[in-house]
């Protein structure tokens, strides 16, 4: 099946920093999200990106999928934004297979 | 965005009882809804996929006699712990996606239930 491999696992930044947060599978794709999990564990949205460029507000993501790989980048990061990052994709079938994970902690 | 629901958003029961965990999609229609289970600090893991009208498929390692998955209707389906024991003290996590051909495309997740068992 399909690995998905999340890079880096931990990540410390001041509020106001940017950040980039890698994701590489070792397969096609034809779906791609990226969510947040807040302190509560719910799944947040940010992006279905199976190729291209997304843009929502300070948050943006990138997929390249002919290279099986996927970014999310974070600008001028606030407190809130602390949390863990998913990237999940899927090949064939519908299911997803979730990476490990990137916990985000943004310091004031 | 779509709205998914869960129910309970926790749950303690003692060890041998049966729990029943609901999952609703509130403005959209799911013939696909997934179930995963979550270890603290851990990733999701897929536990299986509920097929409305048909039964659900189990991933490998999954007891299909202990977590009994229903779905009823194209906006519910319940998963429910049968003889539950401390090892399956656990947050559980649904998710939907829109009959195909329509949005949603992706996954979207509801907020989870978490079971202690004791």
């Known amino acids: 099946g399909i690995q998905v491999e999340q890079s880096p696992p931990d990540l410390i930044l001041q509020e106001g920093a940017n950040s980039t947060l890698r994701c590489n599978f070792s397969?096609?794709?034809?779906?791609l999200q990226w969510f947040h999990q807040n302190p509560w564990g719910q799944l947040i949205n940010l992006f279905y990106i199976p190729s291209g460029t997304k843009q929502n507000g300070r948050l943006s993501a990138t997929t390249v999928a002919t290279e099986r790989y996927s970014l999310l980048y974070i600008s001028s990061s606030q407190t809130t934004d602390s949390g863990v990052y998913f990237c999940?994709?899927?090949?064939?079938?519908?299911?997803?297979?979730f990476g490990k994970g990137t916990k985000l902690t943004v310091n004031p | 965005g779509a709205v998914v629901s869960q129910h309970p958003s926790w749950v303690i029961c003692k060890s041998g009882t049966s729990v029943k965990i609901e999952c609703r999609s509130l403005?959209?229609?799911?013939?696909?809804m997934f179930w995963y289970r979550q270890f603290p600090k851990q990733s999701l893991m897929l536990m299986a996929t509920?097929?409305?009208?048909?039964?659900?498929?189990?991933e490998q390692g999954v007891e299909k006699d202990k977590f009994l998955i229903n779905h009823a209707s194209l906006t519910l389906s319940t998963l429910t712990v049968t003889s539950a024991h401390p090892e399956d003290s656990s947050f559980y996590i649904c998710?939907?996606?829109?009959?195909?051909?329509?949005?949603?495309?992706?996954?979207?997740f509801g907020p989870g239930t978490r079971l202690t068992v004791t």
């Open positions: 403005d959209f229609q799911a013939t696909t």
């Open positions: 998710s939907a996606r829109g009959i195909p051909g329509q949005a949603p495309y992706e996954q979207y």
């Open positions: 999940a994709v899927g090949g064939g079938s519908e299911k997803l297979v």
């Open positions: 397969d096609s794709v034809n779906n």
């Open positions: 509920s097929n409305e009208g048909s039964k659900a498929t189990y």
